[in-house]
């Protein structure tokens, strides 16, 4: 059976200390291990961010890791590619330690190229996510939204309210004007008005079709009003 290290990665300490995502981590280096014949000589786990392409002098934990497998003539074992980096540079950068990597998620037999080109997708897709995440921000700031207030849901909520009550009220008001000249031309029922105003093609806010209960309700609330 092959020997070799495990190497876990979170990101935070609050992760490290409640032990969130190590444990998912270490259960899949584990089953990896078992299914493909490796025996975990030793464990590295690290409470550190995987950006940047220097990342190496941040992280010890992987170092002592390297070290490790270098000695024993093992590779290093994680979970998922990301464990390692999301920086493609970084992932050269560890290729050229001359210790191989196998990584859980992609199977042992994975091309050490292979792991450049994950590497790269890997990278873009944090950038794209990135970008995406300022975009949107930025369409939240131009609309008016204040960032960082916690009161801004409300606000905008109260906001959306406000322009969906002017916006029936105006409707309404269309529509009554169309309502008073079918009543003028001798039309008194509430099913009468609906069957002309659908026949004028009409609709109603909600964008359907007229009925004797609709055209009630509008009057009624006209006549509260």
Request: aromatic fraction near 4%; charged fraction near 25%.
């Amino acid at each position: 059976m092959q020997s070799a290290i495990s190497y876990v990665r979170v990101s935070t300490e609050k992760q490290g200390r409640s032990g969130l995502g190590i444990e998912a981590q270490r259960n899949a280096i584990a089953r990896f291990a078992d299914a493909e014949g490796f025996q975990i000589a030793d464990e590295f786990v690290e409470v550190e961010t995987g950006k940047g392409a220097d990342a190496l002098d941040r992280r010890p934990e992987l170092s002592a890791a390297l070290a490790a497998a270098r000695k024993a003539g093992s590779p290093v074992i994680v979970a998922k590619l990301c464990r390692l980096s999301r920086d493609v540079h970084f992932i050269s950068g560890l290729m050229a330690h001359k210790v191989p990597f196998v990584v859980a998620e992609l199977g042992k037999d994975v091309d050490p190229f292979l792991l450049h080109i994950y590497a790269a997708l890997a990278e873009k897709e944090r950038a794209l996510i990135s970008q995406r995440t300022k975009e949107a921000l930025a369409a939240r700031k131009a609309s008016g939204v204040r960032l960082g207030n916690p009161r801004n849901l409300h606000q905008a909520q109260t906001k959306g309210r406000n322009v969906a009550s002017r916006k029936a009220a105006q409707h309404a008001a269309n529509v009554l004007s169309v309502i008073r000249d079918i009543q003028a031309s001798g039309v008194s029922s509430y099913l009468g008005i609906a069957e002309a105003l659908n026949a004028r093609g009409v609709r109603t806010a909600r964008n359907g079709q007229w009925h004797a209960t609709t055209v009630r309700n509008l009057l009624l609330k006209q006549s509260c009003g």
